[in-house]
């Protein structure tokens, strides 16, 4: 999955007046977005979706904005504490679930055609362009280390000087693995009356992939003159 937008929110620890964002999509905020595809309610069982294994590539980290919201009930007669919502700007990222071929078939095809519309981790945060990627065999960290770089033109022209450009990957820790760190990510229900998260293990590594724009640096490059100019 290309998980793209000019907005991203991926909260593990937002409490009260304070919404935070993790720097990377969390599990239960991929799971979530699954499951609406999917047309699994807040209050339905998540069943197969709790068996299947995920990781994440930072493609592109984008910046953190802080926004602040004031609200008042529907008579006027009561303001709302003021909130500060964090958000992550111009991301781009590579997840990837794995588990059995005709789950990951449905899923597919329900990103495709979402039952109920999907978002980046919030509401105010919908997804730009495609985001499924298509089914693949292999295993998950293979492909989270070999798939092309998903970042976007501009961030790619950036690194223009680098032939390979070196990726963050969070996926989550199998039994033998060096455990990075331990996170409250993994999902159990997202019932409002009584959501459930558990611990789970993470481990971080890197890889390094091909830059498509990559251009060897020269005395004298015709190119650079174009630099920040668009042409119609």
Not at 120 to 138: E, N, T
């Amino acid at each position: 999955m290309r998980l793209a937008g000019p907005l991203q929110a991926w909260g593990t620890r937002s409490r009260f007046v304070h919404r935070h964002t993790e720097a990377a999509p969390t599990k239960s905020g991929v799971i979530g977005m699954l499951a609406a595809a999917r047309g699994i309610r807040r209050t339905d069982p998540l069943t197969e979706l709790l068996e299947v294994s995920f990781g994440v590539r930072i493609d592109q980290p984008g910046q953190v904005i802080r926004d602040f919201q004031v609200a008042r009930t529907l008579d006027g007669r009561t303001s709302m504490p003021l909130t500060y919502r964090y958000y992550l700007a111009d991301a781009v990222f590579l997840a990837a679930v794995s588990g059995g071929r005709a789950l990951l078939d449905g899923l597919h095809d329900a990103l495709t055609h979402p039952h109920f519309p999907i978002f980046l981790g919030r509401r105010s945060c919908p997804p730009a362009g495609v985001v499924s990627l298509g089914v693949h065999d292999g295993e998950l960290t293979e492909r989270l280390a070999t798939w092309n770089w998903q970042a976007s033109a501009w961030h790619q022209r950036e690194h223009k000087s680098q032939r390979t450009v070196r990726l963050e990957i969070l996926r989550d820790a199998h039994d033998g693995d060096p455990i990075t760190e331990t996170t409250p990510d993994e999902p159990v229900s997202y019932d409002p009356t009584h959501r459930q998260h558990g611990w789970r293990s993470v481990v971080r590594e890197h890889t390094d992939v091909n830059n498509p724009l990559f251009r060897p640096i020269t005395d004298h490059d015709p190119m650079d003159a174009l630099e920040g100019w668009s042409c119609t």
